[in-house]
């Protein structure tokens, strides 16, 4: 058993992979994504957070959440979201009563100033291109990438060329 001790800080800002059961390409349709999306969404109704990026491919996916002031509470939406989307994607389950959607854990980073968080985003849109599915981050139809740009945070073409910034980043 790990003794791994997650970092919980109240209000601040997290970067979260989270990995399908044995990498199988269960988002790999706009019914599965919505499944996930409107998990989100509830679980933010009840639970709030603030989603500041967010990609989704068809193994895994990454985001950035910003927590309410007062909450370090990550892992019961975590768990939450999870749920809702394994109930609806596959009702069976294995000997220990789990639906073989997700792997058991996810893995957190705490953002730690304004430049961790500026190369998370970078690589969480980027992360499309990394993988092979598209030529600039801007193809991928399941990322906050089109929200970032409309904000004025990335050009419409930024990521042509993979950012030099992120090529040490190994976040899978």
Request: with cysteine; proline share 6%.
């Amino acid at each position: 058993m790990s003794n791994y001790q997650r970092l919980r800080i109240t209000g601040a800002c997290y970067f979260f992979t989270v990995v399908t059961w044995h990498r199988q390409a269960i988002f790999n349709d706009a019914n599965r994504i919505q499944i996930l999306r409107d998990a989100l969404r509830k679980v933010k109704q009840t639970r709030p957070f603030q989603i500041d990026a967010i990609v989704v491919l068809p193994d895994h996916l990454h985001c950035i959440w910003q927590m309410p002031d007062g909450d370090a509470d990550y892992s019961s939406r975590w768990r939450e979201i999870k749920k809702a989307v394994s109930r609806q994607i596959d009702p069976t389950t294995n000997a220990r009563h789990e639906r073989l959607i997700w792997q058991r854990r996810f893995w957190e980073h705490t953002i730690r100033d304004e430049n961790d968080w500026q190369r998370h985003m970078d690589y969480i849109h980027y992360n499309p291109v990394k993988h092979g599915y598209v030529q600039q981050p801007g193809q991928w139809p399941w990322s906050s990438f089109a929200n970032a740009v409309k904000k004025g945070w990335y050009p419409a073409d930024w990521g042509a060329q993979p950012p030099s910034h992120i090529h040490d980043m190994e976040l899978e």
